[in-house]
């Protein structure tokens, strides 16, 4: 039921696949052929997931055609159980998709109407008659989201609650804006979605769904996550504590409610999206609205329970979904006709959306390149050391450091490149590019750097400026990396600080993993953006400050 709030998403605005900014790519004349795509999603399974550990199930499809099927890791680790794509897995908020249809549906039916005030549905809820129908779809409810009051997904979330309970844990809670005024991803809004549909239908949220969409879709495989019988046939769900692999987090699924309480397969997920996005699940206007962000979701380029994006330049639409023991992310794109489906059976390690960004590129036929260094003599790399411009305030320096190309940008630290051609060079997230352009004579006239690898990139021009005096690495001791390293939370979002080897990264809910570099004990820059996070001293600090932009957003340490 997790995903990224409007504040978190500040952290990955600029390279997120998701930013609306960039313009369409290319697209290969002819599609790849379904036995190389594959071939690339078994190799990329293969070295995302171990298998001796949790991992994931993965479809892709172009129409009815499916290109891959497969799964890599293991279902139960104690008993040696391999993962199967038939298996089903906690979608998290995935289920607000089928949520939001279903609401429309009901819309569509004259039960429901978006302007209708919460207090229609819900009596005696506080300001409710300020609070329309359409607010809680697109998240301008203002109300508290209840996975973000403290100390809440501790223990409070283990209690099986009734849709009324439920929604007494957050009524009388401050509210965070008045209604319509902002965007805050939201998942109490989503409850209130399920308590719409039931009061509009008579009937469980989850019994209205598997009445207008599962069983006529033939979704026999998808459902309430409390349902016995759906739960005797799910992965088993895995995190980390320490380090170590462990078992996921105890929570009663009568509260993730409409927000986040589906599983499903990667076949039935298929199928809903075979049917949403060709019109099968509602009319053509209604789903225009559905997937259309409005008012003040229009910045977080959300629509109703699902968001455009772009993947390599091509519009997509979907969601990532995330919650104790799993991870998911459900994505199509229009104009090729490419369904990804990513489930994870961990809530930890490998970010399901940036698996899913990469699996649709190679269905495009426009893959990211591997992070593989080619050969680039030296004199070639000492050529590109220079000063280069991209606007009054920004510039990222080139520098060859022990053999090997640093970029940094201006009032941050270097970041080393791998070549990929001689011209051509990744960053250590393998998305992230930098191009050198040369001028008609050959000489190296500017760079163009690519956020998230997407086109079309934006260009600094070389400069005659002295490369400024080099950063002086500040080097941690491992404790000290240690120290920081954890699960904060803020809301919906979790912030995950990992140490792998000597490289320090975080990653929010939904997005990929950025590089941290120390800059004291206590303050860490985000490589990739101009971001930082600052820890309070201490053997265990209780929360961290990210800064970027002028605001500072406080993430506290989950147990």
Do not use: C
Request: charged share 20%; net charge neutral; no cysteine.
């Amino acid at each position: 039921m997790i995903k990224p709030t409007a504040v978190a998403l500040a952290l990955a605005l600029a390279l997120s696949p998701l930013a609306p900014s960039l313009a369409l790519a290319q697209t290969p004349a002819a599609a790849p052929a379904s036995a190389d795509v594959a071939r690339y999603a078994r190799g990329l399974l293969e070295s995302t997931y171990g298998d001796q550990g949790p991992g994931a199930a993965v479809l892709v499809a172009r129409g009815d055609q499916v290109l891959f099927r497969g799964a890599v890791g293991k279902s139960d680790i104690a008993r040696g159980k391999a993962l199967s794509p038939d298996q089903l897995f906690r979608i998290g908020s995935v289920t607000k998709q089928f949520a939001a249809a279903g609401l429309l549906k009901l819309v569509e039916d004259g039960k429901v109407k978006l302007d209708d005030p919460l207090s229609k549905y819900v009596s005696g809820y506080p300001n409710g008659d300020k609070i329309t129908v359409l607010m809680l779809l697109n998240h301008t409810s203002g109300i508290k989201s209840y996975t973000g009051m403290p100390g809440y997904m501790v223990s409070e979330i283990r209690k099986d609650l009734t849709t009324a309970q439920m929604i007494a844990v957050f009524k009388d809670q401050p509210v965070d804006f008045a209604p319509g005024e902002k965007w805050a991803y939201n998942n109490s809004g989503y409850v209130l979605v399920g308590a719409v549909i039931e009061a509009a239908s008579g009937m469980a949220w989850y019994d209205y769904l598997d009445k207008v969409f599962f069983k006529p879709l033939g979704m026999s495989n998808t459902g309430y996550g409390g349902d016995p019988a759906l739960i005797a046939r799910q992965a088993g769900g895995y995190t980390e504590d320490g380090g170590k692999v462990v078992p996921m987090r105890t929570l009663s699924m009568t509260q993730p409610h409409a927000a986040g309480a589906l599983v499903s397969t990667v076949d039935d997920l298929l199928k809903w999206n075979r049917a949403l996005h060709e019109g099968r699940v509602l009319k053509a206007e209604t789903y225009r609205r559905m997937i259309t962000p409005e008012g003040p979701a229009v910045p977080a380029s959300y629509g109703f329970g699902i968001g455009p994006g772009k993947v390599r330049g091509v519009p997509m639409v979907g969601h990532s979904g995330g919650i104790f023991g799993f991870a998911s992310q459900l994505s199509y794109l229009p104009d090729s006709d490419i369904t990804v489906v990513v489930l994870q059976n961990t809530d930890e390690g490998p970010s399901a959306a940036s698996v899913a960004s990469r699996l649709a590129a190679a269905a495009l036929g426009n893959p990211y390149p591997d992070l593989k260094a080619v050969p680039v003599d030296a004199a070639t790399l000492k050529a590109a050391e220079g000063v280069y411009r991209f606007d009054e305030k920004t510039t990222r320096t080139l520098r060859v450091v022990d053999g090997k190309l640093t970029a940094q940008r201006s009032g941050g630290q270097p970041s080393i490149l791998t070549p990929i051609g001689k011209d051509d060079f990744l960053y250590a997230d393998g998305f992230n590019r930098l191009k050198l352009e040369r001028d008609a004579k050959g000489a190296i006239s500017g760079m163009r750097f690519f956020a998230q690898g997407e086109d079309p990139g934006i260009v600094g021009a070389r400069t005659a400026e002295a490369l400024p005096e080099a950063a002086v690495a500040v080097v941690l001791p491992k404790a000290a990396l240690e120290r920081v390293t954890g699960t904060y939370g803020l809301g919906a979002v979790e912030m995950k600080i990992v140490l792998a080897g000597e490289s320090l990264t975080v990653q929010l809910t939904g997005q990929p993993p950025f590089t941290l570099r120390p800059v004291s004990g206590e303050t860490f820059e985000v490589v990739e953006v101009p971001a930082s996070l600052a820890f309070p001293a201490g053997p265990a600090p209780a929360q961290v400050t990210l800064r970027q932009n002028g605001a500072e957003i406080v993430f506290t340490r989950k147990p």
